[in-house]
DNA sequence: TGTTGTTTACGCTGCG
DNA sequence: CGCAGCGTAAACAACA
């Protein structure tokens, strides 16, 4: 298995930041402008995370963030304080240290924190001893705040990070958590959410691990078509939710008994009664509703439709090899190829044509995966590799040398080195989950 | 027993 | 105001 690194789950211990159990308050936001304090013309939904918010959040003394449609309490609140723990090592600004001025909001932010003025000019030794506690307090939070990226985000871009496309959800774990500090904090919550994206979306396939590579659950990858979900390269929220037609239509037609498979209107938008889609998706999570159960318990039927999802080329391998298994290397690498296919800008130019994606809105900013400002795909998994490696080590530079990090991420695993470089050694650190 | 995976339910926010 | 996307909690089952 794994070797899960250690990131003590603070909210395991009795804090009050675990008081937010079982229901998380949240917080009208409906007064701060989140549209006048945009930096920058991301996706009309794109929740941002500009200075505004940034300061109105934590100047209440209540560090706040928004992802999707939600609010979150920060979970570092309860942290010790992280003397030295400057926010240019927040995994916010580290991802977006590339991203040139589209960030200029949090640069200038941080830069405020440096000049000690966010106190909006008033030099009296009180504000001054204000300015000076409320720094502190923005470090602290800012540096733990919950990244912009949604759950699919983070699962979409470790990933595609992975040299296989695909990865065990335990490494899906890790993946965040070594990129972002914040969710080594109150794992379970976050953790169950992850895989409530798992299971919940169809952009999301299960793929069967093999007798000769045992192990606890299966290898998830992307949906071989569900690569231009974030189409525009920005990672924050999706314009449309990707859904796999053909479960779709197996939901359909298992929901109805008369089998009736037009629930849906060619323009995609939900009815009052699809609204339960969110209900409704989960009625035949069945075995052979995913690529699961398409190879491991029926390798010999998969049809043709089904093999079309995963590589047209592809297809006429299988064709050729007259329905006979299919192995799982075969399988990995037609997922690896379809998954850095849905990334090429060839690709990304055929979608947008609309000879795919036809069922996703367009993006009219001209943003590609990128420019984005709030693109991973520049990140991940080249440029990141230095960027991410910067980032670990800005990120506990002021912990005093006493990183929270284990030895073990520093010496081999941590993100930037060989963990993410060598597919070999990436797989050897996840043991068991090589492929 | 802990992890993984599925499902349901509910609430929030932004958009049209 | 309804819908869509998202986050969270929780119950439950299967599995290593």
């Not at 972002?180 to 959410?193: G, T």
């Not at 409704?280 to 190879?295: I, P, V």
Request: glycine content about 6%.
């Amino acid at each position: 298995m794994m070797t899960q690194k250690l990131y003590p789950d603070v909210s395991s211990m009795p804090t009050s930041t675990n008081a937010m159990s079982p229901m998380t308050p949240t917080y009208s936001m409906n007064s701060m402008s989140c549209v006048s304090m945009t930096p920058m013309n991301c996706s009309p939904q794109t929740p941002m995370f500009g200075s505004s918010m940034l300061n109105s959040g934590m100047s209440s003394g209540m560090p706040m963030n928004r992802i999707g449609g939600r609010i979150d309490t920060q979970p570092g609140m309860n942290e010790p304080p992280q003397l030295g723990y400057t926010t240019i090592g927040s995994p916010i600004s580290n991802m977006n240290a590339c991203m040139g001025a589209t960030m200029s909001s949090i640069n200038n932010y941080n830069t405020a924190i440096g000049r000690g003025d966010l106190g909006g000019g008033d030099t009296s030794p009180n504000s001054a001893l204000q300015r000076a506690r409320a720094d502190k307090t923005y470090r602290r939070s800012y540096t733990h705040a919950k990244p912009p990226y949604s759950y699919i985000s983070l699962i979409t871009m470790a990933i595609q990070n992975s040299p296989q496309k695909m990865l065990t959800l335990s490494e899906i774990y890790q993946f965040i958590m070594d990129l972002f500090p914040f969710y080594r904090q109150n794992q379970q919550r976050w953790q169950n959410s992850i895989r409530h994206s798992l299971s919940f979306n169809d952009c999301f396939i299960k793929v069967p691990r093999t007798p000769d590579k045992p192990g606890k659950g299966s290898f998830w990858s992307l949906h071989p078509e569900s690569g231009n979900m974030f189409e525009n390269g920005c990672y924050l929220r999706r314009q449309k939710r990707f859904k796999d037609e053909k479960k779709e239509i197996l939901r359909t037609t298992h929901k109805s008994p008369s089998h009736s498979v037009d629930n849906s209107n060619s323009s995609g938008k939900k009815t009052p009664l699809q609204h339960g889609e969110d209900k409704s998706h989960h009625l035949d999570k069945t075995n052979d509703n995913n690529l699961n159960s398409m190879l491991s318990i029926h390798p010999t039927k998969l049809d043709v439709d089904q093999m079309n999802l995963l590589h047209p080329n592809d297809l006429n391998m299988h064709q050729q090899h007259h329905h006979q298994n299919m192995s799982h290397e075969e399988l990995s690498a037609m997922i690896n190829r379809s998954n850095h296919l849905a990334l090429t800008s060839e690709h990304q130019a055929m979608l947008h044509h609309g000879s795919m994606n036809h069922h996703l809105k367009q993006e009219p900013t001209g943003y590609t995966p990128s420019n984005h400002p709030f693109s991973i795909t520049r990140l991940l998994p080249n440029e990141s590799k230095s960027d991410i490696k910067m980032y670990a080590d800005m990120q506990y530079a002021g912990y005093n040398g006493l990183s929270p990090l284990p030895n073990s991420i520093h010496s081999h695993t941590s993100i930037g080195n060989d963990y993410y470089n060598s597919p070999s050694l990436y797989h050897t650190s996840a043991s068991t989950t090589s492929l």
